[in-house]
């Protein structure tokens, strides 16, 4: 095995969460260095579009890695590569220590993966598809308690096309586990899916990494991202833009609160007056009637309280809480030099 | 690098592609017999033609009369044979599979695979096998019932017969392949297809059995593939000259068709 260059240059996402690795005390599952894909332009044109401009990231054994970002930012394609799919224009993938560039066959056994786009034939029905794709691994898992875990036991007999979309997609991660993998690449595994099923499958997926596989997420759901992954990465236009455990990108991209109220027409200007001389308050924002108060963690607090001894009573008060397109949009849509500022603190981790 | 502690200890074998690859074609065996249009086109097709022609048209079961060597005196459902072989041929491989490989491709079935440590020239092989055996029975059938409800001639030169059935499953799909290599998808896999089939059924007389194929749809249809194939088999069937010509044009699409269709084909 040849040994990787290290990163070289200075325009380079900051080396990922060291920290992480070297704390679980084993070597990397999965590390990509640098990793950078075109795909042709239109036709016509000889420019090629660039999918992936500089992708890196290390995963530690036993964690739910998280791939995070807009449509078109780059995930599918990174991952791809990774499965050794797709031939990267640049950079360093391993996969269990081996270059699945160099060698795609290597990995093949020890790493299931879910593609984003990827049916099966309408007929086949669900214990036959399972049943065939274990054919393939040399030490596969076995199919009933495969079926019983991803709840499929009671539609092994049904065909693929009569499946649900949440039936197919515990089916499409069932063949990814059904080689007994030791990394398992999940691509966006509860798009169209409703809520109800969403929550379902992540419960899977926690069961999965129960049983000590190592499960690369790619997702655009924040909320996913949140509720499941120990660590994950921003892509944003083919690069990291930020990366760390989910509280630890909340709270670096928005510490800010907002509160926005509403008083009695007679009390409006000097709600207005007091809210404005207050320590805790940035910015206040008039909105006809409503008033919203931006500020630190304690805004609210503060609001209450000084308008309690002005004896101003407010008609209602509402925190606004970020809603999960917040997040996404505050994350990716800033420019880079923002987003690096922002997480910087954290992880070292944005340029 | 630390990496090295978890690289993988198992370097797999070449052969490790092709593990599963029984339960594959079983597998994709019992798939095919499920769909049953392509099974009936497939399997049935050809014995029905003989037989709908042979008990449909007036006069098909009567010897022919005037129309010189070597036609004359055979039962004029007997010249139709051959070009039944070459419809039993010409159907799956122009027909089923081309649109068996294009919505593979389209439903990301292939690149699946890929992910997988069989490879997907599995599927491609297991597919040509499945073609294959469809073939094999829907010729035999055909030729069996034929018997059966017509008594058919039997041939003048077996080994011509079967060298030109060889070299007509072997053009036909080269030809086929050639379309499941490039369309991306089911529905362009079976316009492009049809396309072909009609023109080359034409070609090989199956509107125009025997005498009373026009000349000029003779000289054309000996330079295509399904044509060639007719008149070869045909030749062998009822004639003692071998039929070079056609013999040498099936070879020669197959030695062009076949490592195109491997160059052009797509696996995503
Ligand atoms: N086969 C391809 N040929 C040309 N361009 C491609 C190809 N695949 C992806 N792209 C382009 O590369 C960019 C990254 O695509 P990719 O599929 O990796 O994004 P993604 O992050 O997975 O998006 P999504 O959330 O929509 O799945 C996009 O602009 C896309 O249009
Ligand atoms: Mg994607």
Excluded at chain 1, 95 to 116: F, I, N, T, Y
Excluded at chain 1, 313 to 330: G, I, N, S
Excluded at chain 2, 19 to 32: D, H, K, N, P
Excluded at chain 2, 176 to 183: D, E, H, L, R
């Amino acid at each position: 095995m040849s040994t990787a260059p290290p990163p070289t240059g200075a325009a380079t996402v900051a080396s990922p969460a060291r920290a992480d690795a070297s704390s679980v005390g084993t070597s990397p599952v999965v590390e990509v260095r640098n990793l950078r894909k075109t795909y042709p332009g239109p036709r016509g044109s000889d420019a090629r579009k660039v999918a992936v401009e500089d992708v890196s990231l290390t995963v530690a054994p036993g964690e739910i890695f998280g791939i995070l970002g807009p449509n078109g930012a780059g995930k599918t394609t990174t991952v791809e590569c990774l499965a050794g799919l797709r031939e990267a224009d640049g950079g360093v993938i391993r996969v269990l220590g081996v270059d699945p560039q160099a060698d795609p066959a290597a990995v093949r056994d020890a790493v299931g993966v879910q593609l984003q786009e990827a049916a099966l034939h309408e007929k086949i029905t669900v214990e036959e598809a399972l049943r065939l794709f274990a054919s393939f691994y040399e030490a596969p898992s076995d199919v009933e308690e495969l079926l019983d875990l991803l709840d499929l036991a009671e539609h092994r007999r049904v065909a693929f096309g009569k499946l649900s979309g949440g039936q197919k997609q515990r089916l499409s991660i069932a063949l990814a586990l059904v080689g007994n993998p030791r990394v398992a690449v999940l691509d966006e595994l509860t798009t169209g899916l409703d809520p109800a099923a969403r929550r379902a499958t992540w419960e899977l997926v926690e069961r999965v990494r129960d049983r000590g596989v190592t499960i690369l997420l790619v997702t655009h759901f924040m909320e996913e991202a949140e509720r499941l992954c120990d660590r994950l990465v921003i892509i944003d236009g083919g690069r990291v833009v930020a990366q760390g455990t989910p509280a630890e990108l909340i709270d670096s991209v928005d510490t800010s609160r907002t509160v926005r109220l509403r008083v009695p027409p007679a009390d409006h200007d000097l709600a207005l007056h007091t809210l404005a001389g207050l320590a805790d308050v940035e910015h206040v924002e008039v909105d006809g009637r409503e008033i919203e108060v931006t500020g630190t963690r304690r805004v609210l607090l503060a609001v209450v309280l000084a308008l309690a001894e002005q004896e101003v009573v407010p008609d209602d008060v509402r925190t606004v809480t970020r809603t999960l397109e917040d997040v996404f949009v505050a994350v990716t849509g800033r420019t880079y030099d923002h987003a690096a500022d922002s997480a910087a603190p954290h992880e070292g981790g944005a340029r | 690098m630390t990496a090295a502690t978890t690289t993988l200890t198992r370097v797999p074998t070449a052969r490790s592609g092709w593990r599963g690859f029984g339960t594959l074609l079983r597998t994709e065996t019992r798939l095919f017999l499920r769909d049953g249009t392509a099974v009936f086109f497939a399997l049935v097709f050809p014995t029905v033609l003989l037989v709908g022609v042979g008990l449909a048209i007036p006069g098909m079961r009567e010897p022919i009369t005037g129309a010189g060597a070597p036609w004359d005196g055979l039962t004029a459902i007997a010249t139709y044979v051959p070009i039944v072989l070459a419809a039993a041929v010409a159907t799956p491989a122009l027909t089923t599979m081309p649109v068996t490989f294009a919505t593979a491709r389209e439903k990301g079935l292939l690149r699946r695979l890929s992910t997988t440590p069989m490879r997907p020239q599995g599927v491609v092989v297991a597919h040509l096998l499945i073609n294959l055996g469809a073939i094999a029975v829907s010729a035999a059938l055909a030729l069996v019932v034929g018997q059966v409800v017509f008594g058919l001639a039997a041939p003048v030169s077996p080994l011509t017969v079967v060298l030109a059935f060889v070299l007509t499953v072997l053009s036909m799909l080269s030809l086929g392949m050639v379309v499941a290599a490039v369309a991306a998808k089911g529905s362009t896999a079976s316009a492009i297809g049809n396309l072909v089939y009609f023109p080359m059924l034409f070609l090989s007389g199956m509107w125009t059995p025997g005498p009373i194929m026009p000349d000029v749809v003779r000289d054309i249809g000996q330079f295509s593939p399904l044509g060639a194939a007719a008149q070869a088999m045909s030749a062998g069937w009822f004639e003692t000259e071998v039929p070079t010509l056609q013999l040498v044009v099936m070879a020669a699409w197959t030695a062009v068709l076949l490592p195109l269709a491997v160059r052009l084909f797509r696996w995503s």
